[in-house]
């Protein structure tokens, strides 16, 4: 980007980018919109090429066509212009009977209709054949009609078709996980600026999309966004009560994944703490949850983990001692692939 932009970067899972969401800040939405303005807007011809999957984004092509006049004449009458020449024109016989320089417009159904410059693409058909609404349909059926609608599924929208035809999961509620990339940058005056992102510990692919702002040079867009594939080689997640009751016993749930080509053991550690104590499971899994014997200290397992996407769960049973308060369990995990720690809290009450 030139300095002195103001750059902004996102992203999206894949799962989620599919679906092709209207608000998204594409190029071709923008050229779309771009030419929504435009007074005379069936002089622009464009096609808009889109993947019916959502695979690939959205491209608006433009076409070399001035406007749908069938012959020199009309097409200047189309762009509002009146002739003034002594060159000879070829054009189609007309009725005679619409007035050019009032605004008139032939509709060229055979019946001799007019209708106005302003007419055209108002939503309503002045002509016998459509002429005046030619052409007018947008390429995007994105907007919600206004007011209440008792069925959603017959809303005519491109964003609903897309929606509706992938399961309703927590993707498209899930700006927690997408902190990692929204970064809003100012380039230097080099002309380029390094940002560092830690990734979401996930084994996911995303798309990272961005678009420039710049005082002189105007909008620029990323086309095409970027693949990121963040398979973490190591890394665990903990899964535990968001709260529990004083003297309670509660299980910290550990899921150790290993995305490399190799078997692995990793080494899992729960820290000791005067807040909690380790519950010790008896033979055969029998634990005495009256009176459970118990340790402080670090706890260590040593466990092994599959290769290529393999995930091994470990539970640690804990007493809780906090009368009350906000406890923290943090676990730490180390292979020879790597390390990785992961931090709960739970209210004690």
Not at 95 to 113: V, Y
Not at 120 to 135: K, R, Y
Not at 205 to 212: I, N, P, Q, S
Request: proline fraction near 5%; glycine fraction near 8%; aromatic fraction near 10%.
């Amino acid at each position: 980007a030139e300095p002195g932009s103001y750059f902004s970067l996102s992203c999206q899972r894949i799962a989620n980018w599919v679906k092709q969401h209207p608000n998204a800040p594409t190029h071709a939405r923008l050229v779309h919109a771009l030419n929504a303005m435009e007074p005379y807007p069936r002089l622009i011809h464009s096609v808009l090429h889109q993947s019916r999957d959502g695979e690939s984004g959205d491209h608006l092509t433009p076409l070399n066509s001035a406007s749908y006049g069938s012959d020199a004449l009309q097409t200047l009458q189309h762009s509002a212009l009146n002739i003034l020449t002594d060159a000879v024109m070829h054009y189609y016989g007309k009725s005679g009977l619409c007035n050019s320089t009032e605004g008139q417009l032939e509709c060229g159904d055979g019946r001799g209709s007019c209708y106005q410059h302003h007419e055209i693409c108002d939503g309503t058909a002045h002509c016998f054949n459509h002429a005046d609404e030619l052409a007018c349909k947008q390429h995007y059926d994105d907007e919600f009609p206004e007011g209440d609608t008792d069925d959603i599924l017959a809303l005519r929208s491109d964003a609903l078709f897309r929606l509706l035809r992938h399961a309703f999961i927590m993707d498209n509620f899930d700006p927690d996980d997408l902190e990692w990339c929204m970064q809003d940058v100012w380039i230097d005056h080099g002309g380029a600026t390094i940002v560092e992102l830690e990734p979401f510990k996930t084994a996911e692919d995303w798309l990272l999309e961005g678009y420039a702002l710049h005082p002189e040079y105007g909008l620029a867009i990323i086309r095409e966004p970027l693949l990121y594939v963040s398979d973490p080689l190591f890394y665990i997640h903990v899964d535990g009560p968001a709260m529990c009751r004083r003297g309670e016993q509660i299980a910290i749930r550990v899921f150790i994944y290993n995305f490399a080509n190799i078997d692995i053991q990793a080494l899992v550690t729960l820290p000791a703490s005067d807040d909690y104590k380790f519950v010790h499971v008896e033979e055969g899994g029998s634990v005495d949850y009256y009176k459970p014997r118990v340790s402080g200290g670090d706890h260590q397992h040593l466990i092994w983990v599959p290769k290529e996407g393999g995930m091994t769960e470990v539970a640690f049973p804990l007493a809780i001692m906090m009368q009350s308060g906000t406890l923290e369990v943090t676990i730490k995990a180390v292979s020879q692939q790597g390390k990785d720690d992961e931090s709960i809290e739970i209210v004690v009450k």
